[in-house]
């Protein structure tokens, strides 16, 4: 499985950008697709994370990026995105994708190479 981010960058305070996560090597549907950030001095952290499945487009996300963060997917172009609004400078890290190793668990077996989000103040 491989997954290629992209969509990082530099950003005001209270702007907005859109990372995209493109998933080859297998079939998309029924696994779990996520987004984990990591930012300087710290451990990774769990952001957000959607079933892959087909009739599915809830997200789950981690507290501090509720109702700013939104998960979404494109079964079509095996693609998941990360909307972020109002960004603030916490939000500043590397940002990974990551793909499930099991269908409808939350086992993140594969990792995107990481895109940078550096939000200033």
């Keep these: 499985v491989q997954l290629q981010a992209s969509g990082g960058g530099l950003v005001q305070a209270g702007g907005s ?17 996520g987004w984990f950030r990591q930012a300087p001095g710290k451990e990774r952290e769990f952001v957000a ?24 997917k494109d079964n079509i172009k ?23 190793g099991d269908k409808g668990r939350q086992n993140w077996a594969y990792w995107g190479q990481g895109t940078q989000v550096t939000v200033s103040s």
């Design 49 to 72: 994370a959607i079933s892959a499945a087909v009739s599915w487009n809830g997200g789950s996300y981690t507290d501090s990026v509720k109702g700013r963060f939104t998960i979404s």
């Design 17 to 33: 950008l859109r990372l995209s996560c493109a998933a080859s090597g297998r079939t998309f549907s029924g696994y779990f697709m």
């Design 78 to 100: 095996s693609t998941v995105y990360l909307q972020m609004n109002s960004l603030k400078p916490e939000d500043t890290a590397v940002y990974y994708c990551a793909a499930s």
